[in-house]
């Protein structure tokens, strides 16, 4: 059973700062890999998708880059703002399960300090 | 604005009532999601729809049903036979195929007073 870890599950970073937030998975044969941000008591917005072909993508200030071979993906916030604060997820389809499934990491808090 | 809609916001339930969930979308997409969300724990899936009037069960699809008579729409109910009700629940939509993007929409809390 594939097992979506993202450590650590809180993150508090001053302004400013670039920084990396991680996620872990037991299964290599995915299909794609999601970040998605979640504000408190909210739903959750897509940030980027990699397909299992690609190494990264990039959005802004954004980048996330996927390595399979070691089942790691990184997202990479440049000049974090405090309207960066919430919580941050990964999310996977994989082959061991129906191919339309997400299996979800529980995620990291971030709070970016002005 | 295409997007999704979920009604109510907030939702409470007293023991024993079925209680339904509302899921709308104007992206013309094929497949939708139902997930459940705990404290401390991730998303877990409930059920899906590729096509209309076709869906298959997640994880966890115990205690309850869905309906997918349009392709807009995907009711979620929650029965009386659900045991640990509350949580937060999101409805998702995504282009058919397993390549695709989800979109979510903001969510419905249920309570059970």
């Known amino acids: 059973k594939q097992e979506v870890t993202q450590i650590p599950a809180a993150l508090s970073v001053p302004e400013g700062e670039n920084l990396v937030l991680n996620c872990s998975f037991t299964?290599?044969?995915?299909?794609?890999l999601q970040w998605f941000r979640q504000d408190p008591g909210k739903g959750l917005t897509s940030l980027l998708l990699i397909q299992s072909s690609q190494r990264e993508q990039t959005s802004g200030r954004l980048n996330a880059s996927l390595d399979k071979s070691s089942g790691r993906s990184t997202l990479y916030i440049a000049a974090s703002q405090p309207g960066d604060s919430a919580t941050y997820l990964c999310?996977?389809?994989?082959?061991?399960?129906?191919?339309?499934?997400?299996?979800f990491g529980k995620g990291t808090k971030l709070s970016v300090i002005p | 604005d295409g997007g999704i809609t979920q009604s109510p916001k907030y939702l409470f339930r007293k023991e024993g009532q079925n209680v339904t969930l509302s899921c709308e979308q104007n992206?013309?997409?094929?497949?939708m999601y139902w997930y459940r969300q705990d404290p401390g724990q991730g998303l877990r899936l409930i059920y899906y729809s590729q096509i209309v009037n076709d869906f298959q069960k997640g994880d966890i699809a115990e205690g309850y049903s869905v309906s997918r008579e349009k392709k807009e729409s995907f009711p979620l109910t929650v029965t009386s036979a659900q045991k640990n009700p509350t949580a937060f629940y999101l409805c998702?939509?995504?282009?058919?195929?397993?390549?695709?993007?989800?979109?979510f929409g903001p969510g419905t809390r249920l309570t059970v007073l």
């Open positions: 999310a996977l389809t994989y082959s061991g399960a129906g191919s339309y499934q997400l299996t």
């Open positions: 998702a939509s995504s282009i058919y195929g397993t390549y695709n993007e989800q979109f």
């Open positions: 299964d290599s044969a995915i299909y794609n």
């Open positions: 992206l013309n997409h094929d497949a």
